[in-house]
């Protein structure tokens, strides 16, 4: 540390020099976050010294927690849903496990999950001693909901489905899982981190949510698709107490038992998650996602016209293409198959696409 401290202006100098260091979001094609909506900025700065780790400190933020769980529960077809707001998909599905494992004590347990899983299911199952047993993708790249029963026994604590995989996109048949998890009586969790805020807004929505009888839980990020600052996610729960089976004491806090990971919680980025949920409304969310499908069916399409084939048909808003070089300064992923991966998220407009496709066909001309 400096013994005496710099000038505002050459501290907020050297910040911005750094800052300029990152890169700029206009070549950004694979992020699964965005830049947050205005609305989000200005909740998140409004609640910036809030903290839902003692919420009896903070009751009007601790009142807006609630009101987004009520908001994305009725948005997900269960309107008394529990949960709460997490820092992302990792958190929520740690905390989603940890909860099948706290109501199915036993030995041995195992955790039965697609092999287009995210890695913080591999995070989770190395923090809870937890088996995992993968399912293999059928040629949809969805998980094989037949195979997936095969694996389950006495010991399978939790089965997982994802709505809207990382790499490719896709949606599993959770509507197969949640019959399943019904007929074996065991846990399903969704984790709907990155589709939660598009599948409801599409056209015609696949049934993925709790209005299936056998999904118990239920990942989704505001600080993807919800254009929320970030970290913001959230866990839901159909039986409203359900997380209650996680409390531990926390004697010397406002509220004397907490079921969280996280314990000093930002309440700004919650905020901002609530603030565009309530601006944009269902017609606002549908525009954003018709326009995030738009431009993925346009560069799916403006690709093969260059002789690229798409390696999946995406349900969600990623694109992959069997292609393995792109021109700088664009910035685009890979998945473990070796595919291009682009995610079209808002930021990525109808022009940038353009752009991108304009250079593409340059490096190949
Ligand atoms: N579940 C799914 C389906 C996800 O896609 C992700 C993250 C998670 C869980 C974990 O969420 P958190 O990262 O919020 O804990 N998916 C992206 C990924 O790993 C996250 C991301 C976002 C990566 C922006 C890079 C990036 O620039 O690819």
New binding site residues.
């Given amino acids: 540390m400096l013994s005496n401290g710099i000038s505002e202006d050459d501290l907020f100098s050297f910040l911005s020099l750094h800052k300029k260091e990152d890169l700029d979001h206009r070549y ?1 094609l ?4 965005t830049l947050p909506h205005p609305v989000a900025v200005r909740a998140h700065c409004m609640f910036m010294e809030t903290n839902l780790g003692d919420p009896g400190l903070f009751p009007g933020t601790a009142a807006l927690e609630r009101l987004l769980v009520e908001r994305l529960g009725t948005l997900f077809h269960h309107k008394n849903a529990g949960g709460y707001a997490t ?5 929520s ?1 740690i905390q989603a496990l940890r909860l099948a494992k706290a109501l199915r004590p036993g030995s041995s347990p195992n955790v039965v999950l697609p092999e287009s899983v ?3 299911f591999k995070k989770a199952c190395d923090l809870l001693s937890l088996e995992m047993r993968s399912v293999p993708l059928g040629t949809d790249r969805r998980i094989m909901a037949d195979k997936a029963a095969e694996l389950i026994d006495k010991n399978t604590i939790c089965l997982v489905g ?1 709505a ?3 790499e490719y996109g896709m949606v599993d048949p959770i509507a197969d899982l949640a019959k399943i998890a019904a007929q074996q009586d065991i846990f399903l969790h969704v ?1 709907a ?2 589709g939660g805020m598009v599948i409801p807004f599409l056209p015609k929505p696949v049934p993925f949510d709790f209005a299936l009888p056998g999904v118990t839980t239920l ?1 989704v ?1 505001p ?2 698709m919800g254009m929320s600052t970030i ?1 913001a ?1 959230v866990l839901l729960t159909r039986e409203p107490d359900m997380l209650d089976a996680l409390n531990i004491d926390t004697p010397y806090l406002t509220v004397k038992k907490g079921y969280t990971l996280g314990g000093t919680r930002p309440g700004a980025p919650m905020a901002g998650a609530l603030a565009v949920l309530d601006y944009l409304g269902i017609s606002g969310m549908k525009a954003v996602v018709a326009g995030c499908m738009k431009n993925t069916e346009r560069l799916i399409a403006g690709m093969e016209t260059r002789g690229i084939q798409p390696a999946a048909s995406p349900d969600v808003n990623v694109a992959t293409f069997v292609c393995d070089r792109v021109p700088e300064p664009w910035k685009v ?1 890979w998945t473990r198959a070796g595919h291009l991966r682009i995610v079209c998220m808002p930021h990525v407009t109808a022009d940038r696409i353009e752009a991108f496709l304009s250079d593409f066909g340059d490096m190949y001309a």
């Fill in positions: 950004i694979s992020s699964m976050c820092s992302g998909g990792t958190e599905n995210h890695f913080s994802v809207g995989t990382t984790d981190a990155f990942a990020d600080h993807k970290p996610g992923s």
